[in-house]
C-alpha cells in the first residue's frame, strides 16, 4: 500500500462530483478513495475507523437527496444518525474536511459552524452557473493558507448563507473573532451574508466553500483561457487548496 | 399518526420562490399583478407514520425544521415552532398592509402522480428514527399566501390555473383568510381524508378479444377506443394472424397480447414512416431524387453512413445509441431524442423526462456508458404572443417555463452538464413545442473481457427489471404521441421523472458493468417492459425469446392490470440481462446502494414472447410477427417546387444601407432566434464533472462588475484526465428553410453543425479524424399528404447529400412525425402544424484541447477575415423575417445561399488540420449563420468590450454582405503579423478569403463600404444591450 496521505471522498445518494474531487486530491498528492456512504454505513466507519484510516474528508457538491427539503439537509441527517461522525473533533484530532458546494451546505445542517447559521435559497431564486472572484479574509483557515485573489465558478441555487436574525451582530463578531469568516466573494452572486463565500470551524481544518475549487485544477477551465493560449498546460487556482490540504496532512504525519 | 406541517421561511427572509410566481404574474396577468401587496409561498406536507406521537414530534423537528430560517406550522404539534401567536397569523403581520386581505392558494399533486419530495420524507424519517417505515405515507405541496385588494374567488382561480397549477398533475383549493386562522386542517381526520390511499379496482383480469368478426369500421374503432394508434391495414394483419392462431386451437387474443403489438408497431418505436415505400414524384422533371425510394431510413440514412469506410464507428444504429471511438481505450455514444407530446401537456414533467429518459439510453448503450455531457435543443412560440390560444394550449411562455425548469431538475440533479443547445422560435410551435434531449456517453472500449459495444443474450439468463416502480404514469406514451395532440389527449400519458432514484441507479449500474455482472442492458423507455424484453428476446439464441411474469414486478400501489404492467412507461427503469450464477451478486450488490431489482423471468430460444401472471399464461407471442409482422406503409409524395424567389412572396427593392444598415443590425441582434440566451445558460449547470474546456459563452473579466458573455459555436469537454484529447459538441438548425425546400434545409443544417464543431477545433478530413452526426427529424404528419411527405423525403437526400459530400457519417438518430395539434379556437376547429424541423448534432474530437478556439475577438489590431463567404444570401434569412414582419422590403439580388461541397471540403480540412498547418495562428473562429457577417462580428465584441472596424469588399451588394446568411462562411481574427501565414496557405488550398477589418481599442463597431466613401457607427454598449434583451425570460 502506497505511504500517501489518503482522503476519503463521500458519494452516493445524488453526490454527484465525486470523481473531479478525487482528481484533484490526487493532483495534489493524496491517496483518494471515492467511498459510497452506505459501504460506510455497512462497514461501520465510525470516528474512530475515520480518523486512523484518512487524513482528509471531502463532501463533494451534488443534489444529494435531490435537495428535497432544503439542500444537505437529508444527507446531514443520514451522516449524523447513520455513522455518528463529530467532525469538529475528527478535525481536533488533526482530520482535514472540506465540503464543496452541497458537501457545505450538509456541513453547515450538521452545525459544524454554529447554531446561527444556515443557507439558503439565492435571492434571484434561480441556479446559477457562473465564475466569481473569490479572496481568502484572514489566515486560519489550512485550506486557504497562502491563497490570494481566485476565479473559481459557482453552480448552485441555494448558496445564500443567512445568520439568525435576532443574534446576527453576536454571531457574526463571535465566527469573526475565530476566524471562521474565511472566503468571500468580490461581488455578491447570491446575497450572502457579509458576501460569504465560505467558512471554517475554529480550528481551521473544517472548510465549507460554494465555489467549486476542483472545477478548477488546469487552466482550460477558465472561461477566458483563449485570450492566454500560452498559459493552457498550467495548472488551475483551485487546485492550491488540495496542495495546502496535502502539506498539512504530512505535517500532521510528522 | 398523521400530521400536516407548514413550513414558511421567517419574515426576516426574503422568499424568493413567490418572488418568482410575482414576476410571473407580472408578464401573464399585469391587471392582476397589479391588485397584488404581498405573496408568501410556503411548503405543506401531508404525513402519515405509524410511530407513537412522541417519536414523531421528535423527527418532525429534525427532519423539517431550520430554525435560523423557519416557522413551523403543525397545529398544536409544535407549539413553539412559529412568531409570537404560534400560528400563520405571525405571517400576516409582515404584510405591508394591516390589516390586510388575505388568500391562501394549496396546490398538491394528484394522488398516484410521482412526489419526489414526498419520498424524501419518508426516506428521511426512516434515518432519523433508524426504522424502516414500509407503511408510512408522505405527499408534499405548498401554500401560496396572498395579500391583495380587489381579488376575488374568479381572479385567483385564473391564478391558479394559468401560472400556479398545472391540473393534469396537481389540483388546487383556495383557502379564505378565515379559515387559515382556524387549525381545523391540522385535525387528524382531515389530514387522513387530505392523503388519500392510492389503490386501483380490479388486478389480474385479462380480456380476451374476438376480431374474426369485426369489420373494417369495427377494428378502427376499436384501435381508436383503446389508444392502439394502429392503421386499419395493421389491424387486419393482427386480426388474420390471431384467427390462423384460433384455427390450430391455440385462444384469442389477450389484451396483453394486442397492447403489446400497439406498442411495438407503434410510429414512435418502429418509425413505419421512414420504412414505408415512397412514390415520389415533382413538377420539375429533372429530379435526382429516385422515383420509388424503399424506404427513406434505409437509403438515405442508414445507407449513408455504410457508404463510408470509418474505422472508428464501433455501432451505428443497431443500438439505443451510436457508438465511436475516442482513443485506443475509450469510446464515447451519443443520442438525441424528442418529448414533444408530453412536454406540450406538461412542460415541465415532459421536459424532465425527456432528459433523464435519454440518458437511460446511454446507460443502456453498449455495456452500459456514463453520461458526461447533455445537449438541449426547444423550438417554441414567440414569447411575446398576445392573441388567443386556441383551447388546451399554454401560453409559451409557460411552455418554455416548464421544459426549462424540467431539463433544470434533470441534468442538474443527475450531475451531467448541460453543454450545448439552441432555443428556436417560430409561431407554428404554438401547435406543438419540439423538446430535444441529447446526451452523450463515455466508456471503456474493453468492458470485463468484452467489447463494449456487444450485447448478448444467451437462453437461461434472467430478465431483470431495475430502478423503479411500475404505476399507471405514462401508460400508451408511445401510442399517444403517435397520434396528433387534441382535447382529448389522455393525462396518463404524462409522467414525471424522479432524478435521484434514477442517479443511484446509474450509478449502481455502472459498478455492476465493471464487476461483470450482466450480459446485456437496455433502458425501459417507450413502450416500457413490452419494448424493452421484446427487443432484448430477440437475441437470445437461434429464434430468440423470454418468458415474464409481470406479477414480479415492484409496483408503486396495488390493483395494475396485467396489460398495464407490461406497457407502462413508469421512469427510471432499465432491463437487465443477468446470467443466473452471477444472480445473487447482482441483487446484493444493488440492495447496498439501495437500487431494487425484479427479477421477473428468463430468455429462452422458443421464438416466443410468453408472458404470465402469477403462473397464469396471459400472452404468448411470436416474435417473428411482433418484430416483422406489421404491413408496409406504402405513401406518396410530390413535390411543387421551390416558392417564387424571396420565399414568403415578398417584395423587393433598393433600401439605404446608409440610412438603415446600422438599426437593421440592432434590430437583428434583439430578434429571439439571436438574441444572448444567457438567462437560459446560466441556470444549467454547463461545468460539473470538471471537464469543460470550451463553455456556451465566453467571458471576458470573469467575477467583475465587468464581466460579460458572448455566445461560442461549440462545446470542447476534456473527459480523460489522463489525456489531452477532447470532445467536441455541436448543432444545426434552421427550420426557416425549409419554407422555401426542406432539401436546401437539411443541407444546412449540417453544414452548421459541422461548421460550429470547426470553429472551436474539431478534427476534420483525414482518414483518422473523428466527427458524426446525429439526426432528429420532427415532422408535421406526412401520412395522407404528399406534400409533407415530399417535404420528408428532400430533407433526406439533402441530408443525404451534404454528409456524403462532407463524408461525415450518421450514427444515430430519431424521428417524430406526428407534431399537429387539432383543436378549437373560440369554438372554431383549427390545426397548427410544426415546420419541418430537422436538429444536426455533430460529435466530434479535438486532437488537443489546449488548440481549442472560440469567437471573441482578442487583441487590438487583429486583422478580420470573412473566410468562404462567397455565397451569403438573404431569401430565407432572419433578415428576410425582420422585413416581413416589418413590411419593408427585402433589398438585395434576391439569391438564395446555395452549397458547394467541393469549397467546403477545402475550408473545412484546412480548418480541420488535414491540410496546411498555421491554424494555431487563428485568435477567433466563429460562424456566419443568423444574422449574417455584422451579427457574428457583433457577438465576437460583446464581451470583451473591443471595437471594430469593418469595410464591406467592393462588388458585394452591402446587405447581403452585412445580414445574408448562408453556406460554409466564417468571421476569422488573427494577428496583424500572421496574415502573410495565413493568407498564402489560403490561397495554396484555393480558399476564398477577404480581409473584411481590424479589431480596435475604440469601444464600436464602424463599418464602411462604397470605397470606405460612407461610414456608419454603433457603441458596443448599444450592441451588447440590443444582444441582451431579446427573448427574455425567467
Known amino acids: 500500500m502506497s505511504d500517501k496521505p489518503r482522503a476519503l471522498v463521500l458519494t452516493g445518494d445524488g453526490i454527484n462530483c465525486e470523481s473531479e474531487t478525487a482528481v484533484a486530491l490526487r493532483m495534489a498528492g493524496f491517496e483518494a478513495e471515492i467511498r459510497h456512504l452506505n459501504d460506510l454505513i455497512s462497514e461501520k466507519i ?19 437527496f435531490g435537495d428535497d427539503l432544503a439542500s444537505g439537509r437529508v444527507l446531514a441527517l443520514k451522516i449524523q444518525c447513520s455513522l455518528g461522525w463529530d467532525l469538529p473533533k475528527y478535525a481536533s484530532r488533526g482530520g482535514l474536511v472540506i465540503g464543496i458546494c452541497n458537501g457545505f451546505q450538509a456541513l453547515i445542517r450538521m452545525g459544524v459552524f454554529g447554531k446561527d447559521v444556515s443557507i439558503t435559497h439565492n435571492v434571484s431564486g434561480k441556479f446559477l452557473d457562473t465564475w466569481v472572484k473569490v479572496a481568502p479574509a484572514g489566515t486560519h483557515c489550512a485550506w486557504l493558507r497562502g491563497v490570494g485573489t481566485m476565479d473559481l465558478p459557482v453552480r448552485h441555487g441555494e448558496g445564500r448563507i443567512v445568520l439568525a436574525t435576532e443574534r446576527r451582530s453576536e454571531a457574526l463578531g463571535k465566527m469573526d473573532r475565530a476566524g471562521m469568516l474565511c472566503l468571500k466573494y468580490e461581488g455578491n452572486p447570491n446575497g450572502s451574508e457579509e458576501r460569504l463565500a465560505g467558512l471554517c470551524d475554529a480550528t481551521g481544518r473544517i472548510l465549507g466553500l460554494m465555489p467549486h475549487p476542483e472545477a478548477f485544477v488546469r487552466w482550460t477551465s477558465h472561461p477566458e483561457w483563449t485570450a492566454q493560449p500560452g498559459r493552457a498546460s498550467a495548472p488551475g487556482q483551485g487546485l492550491a487548496l488540495f496542495e495546502n490540504a496535502y502539506q498539512e496532512a504530512l505535517n500532521a504525519r510528522a | 399518526m398523521f400530521a400536516r406541517i407548514e413550513v414558511a421561511m421567517r419574515p426576516d427572509f426574503s422568499d424568493p420562490a413567490a418572488e418568482a410566481f410575482l414576476r410571473k404574474t407580472e408578464l401573464a396577468h399585469p391587471e392582476l399583478f397589479a391588485k397584488i401587496r404581498w405573496a408568501r409561498m410556503m411548503e405543506v406536507y401531508w404525513l402519515d407514520i405509524p410511530v407513537a406521537r412522541e417519536e414523531a414530534i421528535r423527527a418532525i423537528h429534525s427532519v423539517f425544521w431550520d430554525r435560523v430560517l423557519q416557522w413551523l406550522f403543525t397545529g398544536n404539534l409544535i407549539p413553539s415552532a412559529a412568531g409570537k401567536n404560534g400560528g400563520i397569523q405571525d405571517l400576516f403581520e409582515a404584510a405591508p398592509v394591516r390589516p390586510g386581505e388575505f388568500w391562501a392558494l394549496e396546490r398538491r399533486y394528484r394522488s398516484g402522480v410521482t412526489d419526489n419530495v414526498g419520498r424524501t420524507v419518508i426516506e428521511a424519517l426512516e434515518i432519523v428514527l433508524k426504522q424502516p417505515l414500509p407503511e408510512a405515507r408522505a405527499s408534499s405541496g405548498n401554500l401560496l399566501l396572498i395579500e391583495g385588494a380587489g381579488l376575488n374567488e374568479d381572479l385567483l382561480a385564473v391564478l391558479a390555473r394559468d401560472l400556479y397549477c398545472n391540473e393534469l398533475i396537481q389540483t388546487w383549493s383556495l383557502v379564505p383568510a378565515s379559515e387559515l386562522k382556524k387549525s381545523d386542517r391540522f385535525h387528524q381526520e382531515r389530514i387522513k381524508r387530505d392523503l388519500p390511499k392510492v389503490s386501483f379496482r380490479g388486478g389480474s383480469e385479462v380480456e380476451e378479444y374476438d376480431l374474426t368478426s369485426l369489420s373494417d369500421d369495427e377494428l378502427q374503432a376499436l384501435s381508436k377506443k383503446k389508444l392502439w394508434a394502429l392503421s386499419l391495414e395493421e389491424m387486419r394483419a393482427v386480426r388474420d394472424h390471431f384467427k390462423k392462431r384460433l384455427d390450430e386451437g391455440k385462444g384469442k387474443p389477450t389484451d396483453v397480447e394486442l397492447e403489446v403489438i400497439a406498442q411495438t408497431w407503434s410510429e414512435h418505436c418502429k418509425h413505419k414512416i421512414f420504412a414505408a415505400k415512397v412514390n415520389y414524384s415533382e413538377r420539375a422533371k429533372n429530379t435526382l431524387i429516385p422515383r420509388h425510394i424503399d424506404g427513406l431510413f434505409k437509403s438515405t440514412i442508414s445507407a449513408t453512413t455504410s457508404e463510408m469506410a470509418k474505422p472508428w464507428l464501433l455501432s451505428v444504429f443497431s443500438d439505443n445509441a451510436g457508438i465511436v471511438a475516442f482513443d485506443e481505450e475509450d469510446a464515447f455514444c451519443i443520442k438525441v431524442e424528442t418529448h414533444n407530446s408530453p412536454s406540450a401537456l406538461d412542460p415541465y414533467g415532459g421536459a424532465l423526462t425527456g432528459i433523464v429518459g435519454v440518458n437511460r439510453d446511454i446507460l443502456g448503450c453498449g455495456l452500459g456508458a456514463r453520461p458526461i455531457f447533455n445537449t438541449d435543443v426547444f423550438c417554441v412560440a414567440p414569447l411575446d404572443y398576445s392573441e388567443a390560444l386556441p383551447e388546451r394550449l399554454f401560453h409559451p411562455r409557460r411552455i418554455l417555463d416548464g421544459v426549462r425548469l424540467g431539463v433544470e431538475h434533470g441534468g442538474n440533479k443527475s450531475g451531467i452538464p448541460t453543454v450545448n443547445g439552441a432555443l428556436v422560435f417560430d409561431r407554428r410551435y404554438l401547435g406543438k413545442p419540439l423538446v430535444y434531449c441529447g446526451t452523450g456517453g463515455f466508456l471503456p472500449r474493453v468492458i470485463a473481457g468484452r467489447p463494449c459495444e456487444s450485447k448478448e443474450v444467451i437462453p437461461g439468463d434472467r430478465v431483470c427489471m431495475v430502478g423503479g416502480r411500475i404505476g399507471k404514469d405514462g401508460i400508451h406514451g408511445a401510442t399517444f404521441s403517435s397520434l396528433a395532440l387534441d382535447e382529448s389527449s389522455p393525462m ?23 464487476a461483470g455482472f450482466y450480459r446485456a442492458i437496455t433502458d425501459n423507455g417507450a413502450g416500457g417492459l413490452s419494448s424493452s424484453v421484446g427487443e432484448l428476446a430477440t437475441l437470445s439464441g437461434g429464434r430468440g425469446g423470454a418468458r415474464i411474469d409481470v406479477a414480479r414486478a415492484r409496483t408503486k400501489y396495488p390493483g395494475l392490470k396485467p396489460y398495464e404492467l407490461v406497457v407502462s412507461e413508469s421512469q427510471e427503469r432499465m432491463t437487465v440481462v443477468v446470467p443466473p450464477e452471477k444472480l445473487a451478486a447482482f441483487t446484493e450488490l444493488a440492495s447496498r446502494r439501495g437500487v431494487e ?13 410468453e408472458i404470465e401472471y402469477e403462473g397464469r399464461s396471459v400472452a404468448r407471442l411470436d416474435l417473428e410477427f411482433l418484430h416483422k409482422g406489421a404491413p408496409r406503409l406504402v405513401l406518396d409524395a410530390f413535390w411543387d417546387g421551390r416558392p417564387a424567389v424571396a420565399g414568403a412572396s415578398m417584395p423587393t427593392g433598393r433600401r439605404s444601407f446608409l440610412e438603415e444598415g446600422s438599426s437593421a443590425l440592432l434590430a437583428l441582434l434583439s430578434r429571439p432566434n439571436i438574441a444572448s440566451k444567457e438567462w437560459l445558460i446560466r441556470q444549467y449547470d454547463h461545468e460539473v464533472q470538471g471537464t469543460s474546456v470550451v463553455k456556451p459563452l465566453h467571458t471576458a473579466f470573469p467575477g467583475t462588475p465587468m464581466a460579460f458573455s458572448g455566445p461560442n459555436d461549440a462545446a470542447v469537454l476534456k473527459p480523460k484526465p489522463t489525456s489531452e484529447a477532447g470532445i467536441v459538441v455541436s448543432c444545426g438548425i434552421n427550420p426557416k428553410l425549409s419554407d422555401i425546400d426542406p432539401f436546401l434545409m437539411a443541407q444546412a443544417s449540417v453544414d452548421e453543425a459541422v461548421r460550429n464543431a470547426l470553429c472551436v477545433g474539431a478534427e476534420f478530413g483525414g482518414p483518422d479524424s473523428v466527427l458524426a452526426l446525429v439526426d432528429n427529424f420532427c415532422w408535421p404528419d406526412p401520412v395522407g399528404d404528399p406534400a409533407k411527405t415530399a417535404w420528408l423525403v428532400r430533407a433526406c437526400y439533402g441530408l443525404r447529400d451534404a454528409c456524403l459530400a462532407l463524408s461525415v457519417p450518421l450514427v444515430s438518430g430519431k424521428d417524430s412525425m406526428k407534431n399537429d395539434f387539432k383543436g378549437k379556437l373560440n369554438g372554431n376547429p383549427v390545426s397548427i402544424s410544426v415546420p419541418p424541423t430537422l436538429l444536426m448534432t455533430a460529435v466530434g474530437r479535438i486532437t488537443d484541447v489546449r488548440a481549442a478556439r472560440t469567437a471573441d475577438f482578442k487583441n487590438t489590431g487583429d486583422a478580420i477575415y470573412l473566410l468562404g463567404g462567397s455565397r451569403l444570401g438573404l431569401v430565407g434569412s432572419e433578415f428576410q423575417l425582420l422585413c416581413a ?16 461541397w467541393e469549397e467546403a471540403r477545402r475550408i473545412y480540412q484546412w480548418l480541420g488540420g488535414t491540410n496546411g498547418r498555421e491554424q494555431q495562428r487563428i485568435r477567433s473562429l466563429h460562424d456566419v449563420s443568423e444574422g449574417g457577417v455584422l451579427c457574428a462580428v457583433a457577438e465576437g465584441l460583446i464581451a470583451r468590450g473591443l471595437g471594430a472596424v469593418i469595410r464591406v469588399p467592393d462588388g458585394m451588394d452591402l446587405w447581403e454582405f452585412a445580414f445574408g446568411e448562408g453556406f460554409h462562411s466564417f468571421v476569422l481574427s488573427t494577428a496583424d503579423a500572421d496574415c502573410g501565414a495565413l493568407e498564402a496557405e489560403w490561397i495554396a488550398n484555393s480558399i476564398p478569403f477577404a480581409k473584411i477589418g ?3 481599442s475604440q469601444e464600436r463597431l464602424d463599418v464602411s463600404f462604397e470605397g470606405n466613401t460612407a461610414t456608419w457607427s454603433l457603441p458596443i454598449r448599444q450592441l451588447r444591450t440590443a444582444w441582451q434583451r431579446g427573448g427574455y425570460w425567467e
Open chain 2, 998 to 1000: 481590424a479589431v480596435m
Open chain 2, 597 to 609: 431489482v425484479s427479477d421477473i423471468g428468463e430468455f429462452t430460444s422458443t421464438g416466443l414472447f
Open chain 1, 46 to 64: 465510525d470516528l474512530d475507523r475515520l480518523s486512523s484510516r484518512y487524513a482528509a474528508l471531502a463532501m463533494p457538491g451534488g443534489f444529494s
Open chain 2, 885 to 900: 414582419e416589418n413590411g419593408s422590403v427585402l433589398p438585395g439580388t434576391g439569391k438564395t445561399s446555395e452549397p458547394d
Open chain 2, 492 to 514: 396518463s400519458a404524462v409522467q414525471l421523472g424522479d432524478p435521484i432514484t434514477q442517479k443511484r441507479m446509474a450509478d449502481f449500474l455502472l459498478e455492476a458493468r465493471d
